[in-house]
T-cell receptor, first 110, second 113 residues
Framework: SQQGEEDPQALSIQEGENATMNCSYK?????LQWYRQNSGRGLVHLIL?????REKHSGRLRVTLDTSKKSSSLLITASRAADTASYFC??????????FGKGTLLTVNP | EPEVTQTPSHQVTQMGQEVILRCVPI?????FYWYRQILGQKVEFLVS????????KSEIFDDQFSVERPDGSNFTLKIRSTKLEDSAMYFC???????????FGPGTRLLVL
């Protein structure tokens, strides 16, 4: 798989349920970031986790990072209809650029 | 809260024309970036800019592309002679430090006819 590949590609859940999205990458990283994109709009930064961190929380978001497996997960708890968006992981290596995955399209049904 | 802004939000141009996309990064940020997203595809890195020079560029960023920080606030991306395949959403981003969070603008949707 390519750097920053998310799965599933699409996820549909009911409001109030938890949503889990996964990301895998190939090369070593300095940090990994998750972004949200509403349809046709800009990228909103959600959370950054450094390579020496294993878990991070921000509100209803929980991110884990397993550098041995080169994978990360984003958990959104108690989802809301407003969480409907595409979610991308982006990795940063030793340079400054971000490498994005293809994203997971999350649909939260009211 | 400070935001990255981009103008225009949409631009339609004829193939072969020059376009300039404009960005105003967050004021105390030092690192600036351009990315693009072709419809339905990944966000792709184009170029990073620091201390008034390009620090890294991708293979997409060929001689048709250039970036400039003409004054203390604007950061521009110029495409000299647009091609159909340049149609995409172009995002500007900025960061305070090189390894910190990049904050993205809302994007400019470019359509080349």
């Amino acid at each position: 798989s390519q750097q920053g590949e998310e799965d599933p590609q699409a996820l549909s859940i009911q409001e109030g349920e938890n949503a889990t999205m996964n990301c895998s990458y190939k090369t070593s990283i300095n940090n990994l970031q998750w972004y949200r994109q509403n349809s046709g709009r800009g990228l909103v930064h959600l959370i950054l986790i450094r390579s020496n961190e294993r878990e991070k929380h921000s509100g209803r978001l929980r991110v884990t990072l397993d550098t041995s497996k080169k994978s990360s997960s984003l958990l959104i708890t108690a989802s809301r209809a407003a969480d409907t968006a595409s979610y991308f992981c982006a990795t940063r290596g030793s340079n400054y650029k971000l490498t994005f995955g293809k994203g997971t399209l999350l649909t939260v049904n009211p | 809260e400070p935001e990255v802004t981009q103008t225009p939000s949409h631009q339609v141009t004829q193939m072969g024309q020059e376009v300039i996309l404009r960005c105003v990064p967050i004021s105390n940020h030092l690192y600036f970036y351009w990315y693009r997203q072709i419809l339905g595809q990944k966000v792709e890195f184009l170029v990073s800019f620091y201390n008034n020079e390009i620090s890294e560029k991708s293979e997409i960023f060929d001689d048709q592309f250039s970036v400039e920080r003409p004054d203390g606030s604007n950061f521009t991306l110029k495409i000299r002679s647009t091609k159909l395949e340049d149609s995409a959403m172009y995002f500007c981003a900025s960061a305070k430090q090189g390894m910190q969070t990049q904050y993205f603008g809302p994007g400019t949707r470019l359509l080349v006819l």
